[in-house]
């Protein structure tokens, strides 16, 4: 059954450290990829996609994720984080099932900072 | 343009009641699904409406129906609620029949059962 994982249910990191937050997925084709950032009593905001092409591909707030077909992976990175970024990280995958599209989603990481 | 807004934000609920959740999606878009988001998950895809017809729908029960209206705002209704139905429900809307743009969500409503 396709799958997405997030090894990491929380990390903590400086305020101007980098960031790297993992996901794998598990589905036999090249899927549609999504990055979702979630702030408390939020819904989910959209950072950035993949679908095909330049497997680097740059999003909102500085972020950027890196697409690698061997290890079934879609890291989020971003080089230096803000304070404003603490929220929870979803990886999704777009799935297309009898004409409609679903996204299968990661159980989160939740990004805490330190000042 | 406006985003994707849902009503009410919060609400509480009885066991064995019917609920209604609203969701009036995002100008220009004529696709909506709707996710449950229990706490500490991920959202788990429930269905999808394009041109008011369901047309893809996760593992949920029977008792979870939508519908979807011609200005592509949704319902849906859960009857029989459960303990277990407490959760955040997401509405997503996207242009097309598959979101290769990406879906905008509201900020979703919040239901507890007790």
């Known amino acids: 059954a396709q799958s997405v994982t997030q090894p990491d249910i929380h990390i903590t990191v400086s305020e101007g450290a980098s960031l790297e937050l993992r996901c794998n997925y598990s589905y036999g084709a090249t899927p549609y990829l999504f990055w979702y950032v979630q702030s408390p009593g939020q819904g989910l905001q959209l950072l950035l996609k993949y679908f095909s092409g330049d497997t680097l591909v740059q999003g909102i707030k500085g972020f950027e994720a890196e697409f690698k077909r061997s290890q079934s992976s879609f890291n989020l990175r971003k080089p230096s984080v803000h304070w404003s970024d603490a929220a929870e990280y979803f990886c999704?995958?777009?799935?297309?099932?009898?004409?409609?599209?679903?996204?299968?989603f990661g159980q989160g990481t939740r990004l805490t900072i330190n000042p | 343009e406006t985003g994707v807004t849902q009503s009410p934000t919060h609400l509480i609920k009885t066991r064995g009641q019917q609920v209604t959740l609203r969701c009036s999606s995002q100008?220009?878009?004529?696709?909506v699904s709707w996710y449950q988001q229990a706490l500490g998950q991920g959202p788990q895809f429930i269905f999808q409406y394009y041109r008011e017809e369901e047309n893809g729908r996760g593992n949920f029960p029977p008792r979870f129906s939508g519908l979807q209206f011609p200005n592509y705002s949704s319902e849906l209704n859960v009857n029989a609620l459960e303990l277990d139905d407490s959760a955040l429900y997401l509405c997503a809307s996207t242009g097309g029949l598959i979101g290769l743009y990406g879906y905008t969500f509201g900020s979703g409503t919040r239901l507890t059962v007790v």
């Open positions: 999704a995958v777009g799935l297309i099932i009898q004409g409609a599209q679903k996204l299968v």
């Open positions: 100008s220009g878009h004529n696709t």
